[in-house]
C-alpha cells in the first residue's frame, strides 16, 4: 500500500487528543505552509484562509464555543459534545478554516448559488489535506463545525478574539493533539456500492 | 518530500489529456475502490457515489454535456469549454460524483442548510481522493461542475443515459487520461497569508 493509501486509511476522527508529543503547533503550521497552496480551488480563487490556535488563544477559543453551545444545544447533544469540546481545550491546538469572502467574491464568477458551492468545496479541500498532513505527523484530529453562520455573525467573536480581517468567513475547526485512544470502529458500505463502471 | 506531498504537488488541472495509456477505465474503478471509503463524510453518512464511465458511454455523456452546454453558454465562454468536452470525449474516461440523497437525508440530521454545507463537503473530499489516486496512477485529469442542478432536473439526462437511480443527485465531473501536455503555470498566495499561527 502506497504511502498516500495508508495515510487515507489511518486519518480518522480521533476525539480523545491530548497534549503528549513533541509536535508543537508551530510545526503543524509549517506542515501546511506546504500543502494549503496545492489545495484546488474554483478558478484558482485560493480563498481559504487557515489559522493555527494554541495555548491561551486555544483555550480561549474553546471556552467562547462551549460558552455558546450551552445555550443553544439540547442536552443530549451538548452531554456528547462536552468531552469534545474539553478535550479541543487541552489539546495541541485548532486549525480553524475560513474562506476569505473577498477572494471568493474576487475569484469565482457566475450566480451566488455556483459561489457557494465552490467555496465549500474548496474549504472541504483544505480540511482533508490538513487532516492527512496531521496524520503524517503522527497526531489525531476531529473535524467541527461550530458557529457557521457568518451571515448572522455566529462567527464574529471568534475573529474578534483572534483579530482577524472582517471578511474572513468561518467554515470549521479542527483541534488536534496526541492520540489518546483509538479512533472508534467505522461501518463503511461494500465498495461495489459507492463505485460503479459502466 | 513525502509521496503523499509530492502527489499534492503533481495533482493540477490537465485539460489536455488522451488516450496514449495503458491504465483503463476499470484500473481506475478498482483504484477507486481502495480509497472511497476513507472519505470522510458528517455522521458517517456514506452518501458517496462514484460512476467510472468509459467507451461508448463516455463518449454519449460529453455529446449529451456539449449539446447542453452549446445551448446555455455565452460565446466565449463555449469557445474556451470546447476543447475541453471534446478532450474529456476523447480521453480515456470520466469519473462521475454523485450524492445519494437518500444516504443524505437518513445520515445527516439538523436543519437543509446544514446538510446542503455538508454533503458539498463530503462530495469534495471525495474529489480529492479521487484526482489523488489518479495522480497516483500517472493520469491527468480536470474537474468540471456541468448540469448541477438536480432540483431543476438538469441531471436528469445523464442518469438517464446511464440508468442511475433517481435519488443520486450529480456534483461534478472528472474527465482522466493520459497527459498530453503539462499543466499551466499556477500562482499562489504567499503560504505566510493563507497560514497564520494564533
New interface residues.
Given amino acids: 500500500m502506497?504511502?498516500?493509501?495508508e495515510?487515507?486509511?489511518k486519518?480518522r476522527?480521533h476525539y480523545a487528543i491530548g497534549a503528549n508529543t513533541d509536535v508543537t503547533?508551530?510545526d503543524v503550521?509549517a506542515a501546511?505552509?506546504?500543502?494549503?497552496?496545492?489545495?484546488?480551488s474554483a478558478f484558482?480563487s485560493?480563498g481559504?484562509?487557515?489559522?493555527?490556535?494554541?495555548g491561551e488563544?486555544n483555550q480561549k477559543l474553546w471556552d467562547l464555543i462551549k460558552g455558546v453551545q450551552t445555550q443553544v444545544l439540547d442536552e443530549g447533544t451538548l452531554n456528547y459534545m462536552t468531552p469534545i469540546m474539553d478535550g479541543a481545550r487541552e489539546a495541541v491546538g485548532t486549525i480553524l478554516f475560513f474562506e476569505d469572502r473577498d477572494a471568493v467574491e474576487a475569484g469565482i464568477p457566475g450566480n451566488p448559488e455556483?459561489r457557494s458551492?465552490?467555496k465549500?468545496?474548496?474549504?472541504?479541500?483544505a480540511?482533508?489535506?490538513a487532516?492527512?498532513a496531521l496524520t503524517?505527523l503522527g497526531l489525531g484530529a476531529n473535524?467541527q463545525?461550530f458557529n457557521?453562520g457568518y451571515e448572522q455573525g455566529f462567527d464574529r467573536a471568534i475573529r474578534e478574539l483572534?483579530d482577524l480581517p472582517e471578511a474572513w468567513e468561518l467554515v470549521a475547526e479542527m483541534p488536534f493533539g496526541s492520540i489518546e485512544a483509538p479512533a472508534a470502529e467505522?461501518?463503511?458500505?461494500a465498495?461495489?456500492?459507492?463505485?460503479?463502471?459502466?
Same sequence: chains 1, 2.
Fill in positions: 502506497s504511502q498516500f493509501k495515510l487515507l486509511t486519518r476522527s503547533a508551530s503550521a501546511l505552509k506546504e500543502v494549503i497552496s496545492t489545495v484546488p484558482n485560493q481559504v484562509r487557515v489559522v493555527v490556535v494554541s488563544n455556483r458551492v465552490y465549500n468545496h474548496e474549504s472541504a479541500n480540511q482533508l489535506t487532516w492527512l503524517e473535524l463545525h457557521i483572534l467505522k461501518e463503511v458500505i465498495a461495489e456500492e459507492q463505485v460503479i463502471l459502466k
